[in-house]
């Protein structure tokens, strides 16, 4: 039975196509949570005024990935340290934030945070979030690397991700 993981961390078509490359995950919908406007767009998101930030909901099967290996792979796949953005992507939207569904999940979290914090040159920034309200994404922007792989933010941002990703996590990845 698949279970759900939601992980915001800047853009989330960064984070969507690291999730993409990963074993046992069978599906990833970019959208917005952890806000108060209902039924937000992108347009509303980007504005910093919904309180949302851009996430990626993840379908997985525990049987094939753990949780803790997907918080593991999120922390290293951006900069967890950034306050209110990643990179040049910046405001509340893009923070880093994970969204729990149960008290086990939260306690992997805090239990991988605590572990990896050695790990970074200061105090990790990513923000706890008990289960909330996801909205999907405009379709644009489902499975936008796969079908823009060529746009210069893809080949900039997106490619270095991917990149690092085969270097840390190899073991991790779809064959």
């Not at 989330?12 to 970019?30: I, N, P």
Request: glycine share 6%.
């Amino acid at each position: 039975m698949t279970q759900k993981a939601t992980f915001g961390g800047g853009c989330f078509w960064c984070v969507e196509a690291v999730m993409q490359q990963l074993r046992g995950v069978t599906d990833v919908t970019s959208g917005y949570t952890a806000g108060d406007t209902k039924y937000p767009t992108y347009r509303e998101v980007c504005s910093g005024q919904t309180g949302h930030a851009e996430v990626v909901q993840v379908s997985f099967e525990p049987e094939v990935i753990s949780y803790q290996d997907l918080v593991e792979v999120f922390l290293t796949s951006h900069d967890p340290t950034q306050v209110d953005g990643q990179g040049a992507d910046i405001g509340t939207q893009y923070r880093s934030l994970i969204m729990y569904y149960n008290d086990e999940q939260r306690e992997t979290i805090e239990r991988v945070m605590q572990e990896m914090a050695p790990l970074f040159d200061a105090p990790l920034a990513t923000e706890l979030v008990a289960e909330q309200v996801f909205y999907p994404a405009e379709d644009y922007h489902q499975d936008y690397y796969d079908h823009n792989k060529m746009q210069p933010y893809c080949m900039a941002v997106i490619n270095p991700k991917l990149q690092k990703l085969r270097q840390k996590h190899a073991d991790k990845l779809r064959d």
